[in-house]
C-alpha cells in the first residue's frame, strides 16, 4: 500500500529507533542527516549516484564563461546535482542574471552553495511546473536568452517549451548520472531487513535502489521524494510504499515520520 501525508504539526522524536538510507551525500546528505537524528532516526549515509564531467567539457565551459559575462538574462537549474557541478567549477553568475530552480530541493542547494534563487514554482515543482509559471513570472517577455544546465540523461521538457514560447535557449549538459556502488555491509543489512526505510530522491537513485538492492524486504519501507520520483520508481519495478505529499527533502522526512507514529 503507498501512503500520501501532508507535513507534520508536532514533530517529537517519531523515529526512534529507525534505522534510515540516505542515498546522497554532501550538503544536502548531511542536512537530511541532521534532520533525521532531530526526529530520533539513525541515518547511513550511502550516497548511490554520483556525477561525472560532461563528455563535452569545452561547451560546459564556454557556457560558464558566458554566465559570468551576462550574456544572459536567466539560467534555469532541474537538479541539486547541476549546483554541485556550479560549485565545483567556481561558477559566477553575473548580477544582471536570473536563476529558476525547478524545486525547493534544488532551491536550497543553490542557496546553501551561494548562489540565489529568483523563481521557483509555486505549485508544481518540476520542469513542467516551472514551464507553466514562467510567462506571468517574467512578465511575457520574449525573447530572453536563457541557459539550461541539465543532465545528459534529462528529458529536454523545459528547453523545448521555453523555445516554443520564443525564448533564445542554450541548453549544455553539465554532468553524467553514475551509480556509485553501497559497501557491502549496508547492502547485507538491508536484505535482513535491519534498515527501516530507504529514501528514493529522484528516478536514478530508484534505478541504483533497484539494482543494488532489489527485492527490498517488506519490512523496509521505500520512500520516495514526491509523484514523480514514484512514478519513475515504479516503472523501474521498484515497490513503493511512502509518496512525501511535496518534492522536499523535509515533506519526505515528515511524511516518514507520520507513518512510525503510526505504528
Keep these: ?145 536563457i541557459l539550461t544546465l541539465r543532465s545528459e540523461i534529462a528529458k529536454p521538457l523545459l528547453t523545448e517549451g521555453l523555445r516554443r514560447i520564443g525564448h533564445e535557449v542554450e541548453s549544455v549538459v553539465a554532468y553524467r548520472t553514475i551509480g556509485v556502488p553501497v559497501d557491502p555491509r549496508v547492502v547485507a543489512d538491508v536484505a535482513a531487513g535491519k534498515v527501516q526505510a530507504l529514501l528514493v530522491t529522484s528516478g536514478s537513485v530508484a534505478e541504483q535502489v533497484q539494482a543494488q538492492f532489489g527485492p527490498v524486504p517488506e519490512t523496509t519501507l521505500v520512500a520516495c521524494i514526491g509523484p514523480r520520483t514514484a512514478k519513475d520508481a515504479a516503472a523501474l519495478g521498484l515497490r513503493v510504499d511512502l509518496v512525501a505529499e511535496a518534492p522536499s527533502a523535509e515533506a519526505l522526512i515528515e511524511a516518514l515520520s507520520h507513518v512510525a507514529e503510526l505504528r
Design 1 to 145: 500500500m503507498t501512503w500520501r501525508y501532508k507535513t507534520l504539526s508536532n514533530p517529537t522524536k517519531p523515529l526512534a529507533g529507525w534505522r534510515v538510507l540516505v542515498p546522497r551525500g554532501g550538503p544536502w546528505g548531511d542536512h537530511v542527516a541532521a534532520d533525521l537524528r532531530s526526529r530520533g532516526a539513525q541515518p547511513i549515509v550511502a550516497p548511490m549516484i554520483n556525477f561525472a564531467a560532461t563528455d563535452n567539457a569545452p561547451a560546459l565551459e564556454a557556457a560558464l564563461t558566458r554566465l559570468a559575462d551576462g550574456d544572459f538574462d536567466w539560467m534555469t537549474i532541474t537538479s541539486a546535482t547541476t549546483v554541485d557541478v556550479l560549485s565545483s567549477h567556481r561558477a559566477i553568475v553575473a548580477p544582471g542574471t536570473r536563476i529558476a530552480a525547478v524545486g525547493e530541493t534544488t532551491a536550497a542547494a543553490l542557496v546553501a552553495a551561494g548562489y540565489r534563487v529568483d523563481l521557483v514554482p509555486a505549485e508544481d515543482n518540476s520542469a513542467r511546473g516551472l514551464l507553466a509559471e514562467w510567462e506571468a513570472a517574467t512578465q511575457g517577455v520574449v525573447p530572453l536568452r
